[in-house]
C-alpha cells in the first residue's frame, strides 16, 4: 500500500490523485470547454439583439467615425483597429543550412618554381596577418 502513495509537501496523495492534478503532456488533444470557432452565448445573443433592432454597428460606428472625429484621432483609431482586421507580421530570422564545403586539392606540379616562391611568401603573409601559423 505504501508503494501507492507519493509524499508530497508533507501529505501522503494516492497515484491516481497525483497525476489528476499533473499538467497534460504538450499535444495532447482537448477536453471540454468550447469546441473552436463557435461563438460566445453572450456575444451572439448581443449581435442578434441589435440585427432584431436593425441596427448595423458597422456602420453606425463608420458615420460616427466619420463626423465626430479629427483627421489625427481617425489615424489612431485605424491603427488599433488594424489588430482585429489584419495578422501580425512576425520577424523571420534565417538560418543557413550547414553546408560542407569540399576541399580542392590542388596541383603545384604545374606550378613553375617562381611561381611556388611567390605563394609560399603569400601564405606566410596571410598567416602572419591572420595569426594562424599553422605549417602546411
Avoid: H, W
Wanted: aromatic content about 8%; proline content about 3%; glycine content about 6%.
Amino acid at each position: 500500500m505504501e508503494s501507492m502513495l507519493k509524499e508530497r509537501s508533507n501529505v501522503f496523495v494516492s497515484k491516481v490523485d497525483y497525476n489528476r492534478f499533473m499538467a497534460k503532456p504538450k499535444g495532447s488533444s482537448k477536453t471540454g470547454g468550447r469546441s473552436k470557432g463557435t461563438p460566445n452565448k453572450k456575444s451572439q445573443f448581443l449581435c442578434e439583439a441589435m440585427e432584431a433592432q436593425g441596427i448595423d454597428v458597422a456602420g453606425e460606428l463608420a458615420s460616427i467615425y466619420k463626423e465626430s472625429y479629427s483627421s489625427t484621432d481617425r489615424v489612431q483609431i485605424l491603427f488599433k483597429l488594424l489588430d482585429y482586421c489584419y495578422p501580425k507580421k512576425k520577424s523571420i530570422e534565417y538560418v543557413a543550412p550547414n553546408e560542407v564545403i569540399e576541399e580542392k586539392k590542388l596541383d603545384y606540379s604545374v606550378l613553375t618554381k617562381e611561381e611556388l616562391q611567390i605563394l609560399e611568401k603569400l601564405v606566410t603573409k596571410m598567416e602572419l596577418a591572420t595569426g594562424n601559423l599553422d605549417t602546411m
